[in-house]
């Protein structure tokens, strides 16, 4: 079994880049994975590891063998290795590479009454990953990210979605890619927006549906709203007039899976 024990090491100076730029995971069409339940979930959702990296006091090779099954390399590092590419403070002492996923609408597996949740434009890594547990707690069919600002490989989405980055199906295009594909699969679609709303509750959830939220600060653009079977609202009854938009998802795919009877 290779060992590695310097943080000078040309393979792992290319993991530091896979973390640090949305380039060298682009181009490499690779990404790091930290964590046991996170690497876990990546296996159950179809991800291929490629590569494992461990520190021998916290995690043993026999562990890792049964958890991967396909075959991939391991690497045993040091502490100041694991140190130099962990994202995390919490030690759990393995890494793994993993080969990203095609997120293209063509290859979505959709059921006949599918749940949807689009997101336009969400740019924190942390709404993104909040989001992607509320989709992954609902059970949804998929999530559609239109003009992504954020690579969904981005170690902060990982992390802040604990691993529901892997359960979930996800696709991204523009704005009018998914309004086409949404119309010709006669799903609906329900716009959160302040302009021209009705109550979200009032609404028929039962049917093939999307939900679309957008960014707090902009909102959906003005496609989504002129687009949209309805624009839909939570009616606030305080001082603002918005939420946090993995909130507000979290409402209203709630809503719809309170329809359909959970």
Not at 20 to 46: D, H, M, N, P, V
Not at 106 to 125: F, G, Q, R, T, Y
Not at 139 to 157: E, M, Q, T
Not at 172 to 187: P, V, Y
Request: glycine share 4%; aromatic share 6%; hydrophobic share 40%.
């Amino acid at each position: 079994m290779k060992q590695i024990t310097s943080i000078q090491n040309p393979f792992i100076k290319s993991l530091v880049l896979l973390q640090e730029k949305s380039k060298a995971r682009k181009q490499t069409r690779t990404f790091l994975i930290e964590g046991l339940r996170e690497i876990s979930l990546a296996i159950k959702g179809g991800y291929e590891i490629e590569t494992v990296l461990f520190l021998p006091e916290l995690v043993s090779e026999s562990e890792i063998n049964k958890m991967i099954q396909n075959p991939f390399q391991i690497i045993e590092i040091n502490k100041e290795v694991y140190q130099k590419l962990a994202y995390r403070d919490t030690t759990e002492g393995i890494l793994a590479v993993a080969k990203s996923k095609s997120l293209k609408l063509s290859d979505l597996k959709l059921s006949d009454n599918p749940l949807i949740l689009v997101v336009e434009s969400l740019e924190k890594p942390g709404n993104i990953g909040a989001v992607l547990r509320t989709a992954d707690a609902a059970n949804l069919d998929a999530v559609l990210i239109a003009n992504p600002k954020s690579d969904l490989y981005n170690p902060n989405i990982v992390r802040s979605s604990v691993g529901c980055l892997f359960t979930n199906q996800i696709a991204t295009g523009t704005s009018e890619e998914i309004i086409a594909f949404l119309k010709e699969k006669n799903i609906n679609f329900y716009s959160a927006t302040l302009q021209n709303s009705t109550s979200y509750h009032t609404q028929n959830f039962i049917t093939p549906t999307a939900l679309v939220v957008g960014t707090e600060a902009t909102g959906l653009t003005q496609q989504w709203r002129d687009e949209a079977t309805q624009n839909i609202i939570i009616p606030m009854q305080g001082e603002i007039d918005s939420m946090n938009v993995s909130v507000a998802a979290a409402i209203l795919i709630f809503e719809a899976k309170r329809q359909r009877g959970f």
